[in-house]
């Protein structure tokens, strides 16, 4: 999604003959955040890089079905009962949520 996502935006500056600076603010995000996603230098997800991913239409590349490593974690992590689902499941969940709470760009 990086390489994706930093083309998309250099392909919308082009087309708009915006500089970063007037491209962060009609995306409404910062500047050095702006500067990250072109260079392909964000760790994670956060809501900046999702609203900009958003208004330029980019999707997220891995589809979290079909990721091998992702279904390998979880046959290794669950015993295959219930219980057991429920708790991997709402561990998942609060993960995601610690991630956007921590909002890294």
Known sequence: MKQQ?????IQYMNQ???SQ???AQSF???QPVLSRIKNGS???QSQ???RVAEKLDVQRTVDPSNSILLMSALKEAWDGEEESEKLLADAIKS???LAQK???T
């Not at 996502?5 to 935006?9: G, T, Y």
Request: glycine share 8%; proline share 0%.
């Open 5 to 9: 996502l930093a083309q998309a935006l």
């Open 16 to 18: 708009h003959q915006l």
């Open 21 to 23: 600076q007037d491209a």
């Open 28 to 30: 409404g995000v910062s």
């Open 42 to 44: 964000w760790i994670r």
């Open 48 to 50: 900046n890089i999702k």
């Open 95 to 97: 993960l995601g949520k």
């Open 102 to 104: 921590r909002n890294f």
